[in-house]
């Protein structure tokens, strides 16, 4: 995902990537429940003109993931909508306070700064991966559902209650209670 910048104009220019199987799984920590490879590749749509010195990048990731859904564990896509927009100021010879972002600058050219939306850039080229990864990271639902209201599975049967009433509610359920009510009598008892 590099943007040559001796390329770039005033005029916005409009750029797409799309990556490659194997891109995602490779960049991503293992984590609990995060899809190995996205069911649809990645793609990312910009464009990108300069103004003045400055590298101005707008645009939008987008693709899918299948996710298991943390309430009925149902498998389900997750479409991907992120848009961006950044403002990259040339670093000169500036130094990044973050070892990360010095790190960043010299390996994609470009580093993202304290406020979110602006950055730096230094050379000829910028790589935009790593930047895109960690949007794609950071929009990815922590506790992934299904739908908002999915209503799960029965505590007691473990059907899932999106396909209708399962009748465990319409039984009159036994008190959980009486079970604590012979220990409590037990234990009573043999105190005295
Ligand atoms: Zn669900
Ligand atoms: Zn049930």
Redesign the pocket.
Known sequence: MKLLLDRLTATPTPYRFETASGWWRAAQPARHGLPEEPSEPFAVELLAHRIGEDVYLEGSIGGALEFECSRCLARYRHALHEPFRLVLEPAGSRVPAEPEADEALARDGMCLGEESETGWFRGEEIDLGAFVREAISLSLPVQPLCREDCPG???????E?ARG?????ERKPESPFAVLGTLRLGSSGERS
Request: hydrophobic share 40%; charged share 10%; aromatic share 0%.
């Open positions: 599975l029965c505590p007691r049967c473990g059907a209650l009433a399962c009748g465990c509610a």
